[in-house]
């Protein structure tokens, strides 16, 4: 039986220009596609739910906008003081502002967007526009045969 390999720098080459799509709709839908906030993104016929996890950093620095159908999370972290006595050995906590935009594939009413945080993970409900969300069409009888 011959197995064939394929050889780490082919496997390198196919990460780096792999489909990274995201898997809720396309990059056209969702905008920006950075990976520096993780966001889960849920929707219903009513509305969408946004919920991105930010551990560690408080409500007065999370600031939630959305304008023409585009929501964009910013938030910061400060900096812990460094002791000049101790050596960092390894550094993956995120620090300073980040930020992340997502623009809906159908109209948003951004009057009425609600958000909460709550235990690290904040929660953005967006309603869809009266004119985007689906609607019963009534069916008439048109001329009666007999």
């Not at 003081?81 to 948003?108: A, H, I, M, N, Y």
Request: aromatic share 6%; charged share 30%.
């Amino acid at each position: 039986m011959l197995v064939r390999t394929r050889k780490p720098y082919f496997r390198l080459i196919d990460d780096i220009f792999g489909d990274h799509r995201p898997l809720l709709g396309s990059a056209n839908e969702f905008g920006n596609r950075s990976f520096g906030l993780a966001l889960d993104v849920e929707e219903n016929e009513e509305r969408y739910i946004v919920r991105a996890d930010l551990p560690g950093v408080s409500l007065e620095d999370i600031s939630v906008n959305i304008h023409d159908d585009l929501l964009t999370i910013s938030a910061e972290t400060a900096s812990e003081s460094q002791d000049e006595s101790k050596r960092v050995l390894v550094r993956e906590r995120r620090v300073g502002k980040f930020s992340r935009s997502l623009r809906f594939p159908v109209p948003v009413d951004g009057d009425n967007v609600e958000a909460s945080f709550e235990n690290g993970v904040l929660s953005v409900a967006v309603p869809k526009a009266d004119d985007a969300k689906p609607r019963q069409i009534p069916v008439r009888v048109s001329g009666a045969s007999n």
